[in-house]
């Protein structure tokens, strides 16, 4: 009869405790890296202000870019912060042991969502605020609705990042993931031309990729005084999205040794 003892191997069932204590140590984890912190919660107000007088002599353009950055800046900052924040998990053998022990994978990716999801909101707020009451962003609708697509943005770049951190092998591939998974959803997300004029195959593409409907919830609020049913789509194909996006990173981790 062995006896050896059954090996863990993250499978544990969701639990909110082992959640919570996965977003804290993330969040220490942050809290001593004060660049990082900049970096997320700093670039893109610096961003939306030197967008701001760029266009200082065209307020028009300025409303309907700034709006749609304010969707996508998020996106694009908490995809390159978790993708390298989690390959950095991988390549220090931090994953391997926390799913050595009972932390489920469910627990981990959780943990770190709602850790990056906590960072969104204060990043959300910040250049949110700072376009409506600062630099004379001009919406129809609720500024509270710009927040919340800013908001599922965030989210979804924060699993976006978790998910490709599975496939570099160090930070500097982290990063080269951008390209790949970003840049072609900012050149067809409607940001530079609208969708309905570009080429039809391009439309198409630009039909199934996430960061197109983030633009066309941001246009939504920016254009209508109520909540539409293409503003309650766009939300509802971006939380999708991110929690589908979630599922799949959950799926990568496993552990590197027998």
Known sequence: MSTTAPTTT??????????????????????????????????PVVLITLLRFVFDGSPQTFDSTGASLLGIFPLITMFLVTSI???????????ERLLSMPLGKGDLIAGYALAFGAVAVLQSLLATGLSVWALGLDVMGSPWLLLLVALLDALLGTALGLFVSAFAASEFQAVQFMPAVIFPQLLLCGLFIPRDQMAPALEGVSD?????????GMNQVLHHTDVTGDFVRDILIVAGCALLVLALGAATLRRRTA
Do not use: C
């Open 208 to 216: 199934v990729l996430p960061m197109s409907y983030a633009v066309d």
């Open 85 to 95: 924040a989690t390959l950095r998990e991988r390549t220090s053998g931090t994953l």
């Open 10 to 43: 993250g499978t544990a069932p969701l639990s909110p405790a082992r959640t919570l204590a996965t977003a804290a140590r993330v969040l220490r984890q942050l809290a001593h890296d004060p660049r990082t912190v900049a970096l997320l919660l700093l670039i």
